[in-house]
């Protein structure tokens, strides 16, 4: 049996909003812009995607899921994730060479360091 990864599901209070937002923070595209599931890939043909949900419920504990996103420069793209919007997070990390931040809704993320050679 084949299985192909579609997408990770982004519960929200308001899905069109966040898709947005992570269309800017990914330079991704939208495939979906229906307000009640919004959906992002990284182009239209290429999988998985992020599909924002609309749930009636806030976000209230950290995330038991989340992405990591390794840029070329860690300090550039964390500087123009806040400027988008972001915000630094504390979900116990401490000292680490990763930075979490959130996203609007509170949706925590990674933003990796240059990866190790081995």
Request: glycine share 8%.
């Given at each position: ?18 898709g ?26 290429r999988l998985p ?20 996103f ?32 959130m ?16």
């Amino acid at each position: 049996m084949a299985v192909e990864w579609e997408q990770v599901i982004v519960d929200a209070a308001d899905p069109v909003a966040l898709g947005r937002w992570w269309v800017e923070a990914l330079g991704w595209v939208v495939v979906n812009d229906a307000e009640d599931e919004f959906e992002i890939r990284p182009a239209p043909d290429r999988l998985p995607g992020l599909l924002f949900v609309a749930v009636p419920d806030r976000k209230t504990v950290k995330n038991r899921l989340h992405l990591d996103f390794r840029p070329d420069d860690q300090a550039a793209e964390v500087a123009r994730l806040l400027a988008l919007g972001a915000r630094h997070a504390d979900v116990g990390q401490g000292e680490r060479p990763w930075v979490v931040l959130m996203d609007p809704e509170g949706n925590e993320f990674c933003v990796l360091g240059e990866r190790r050679p081995g």
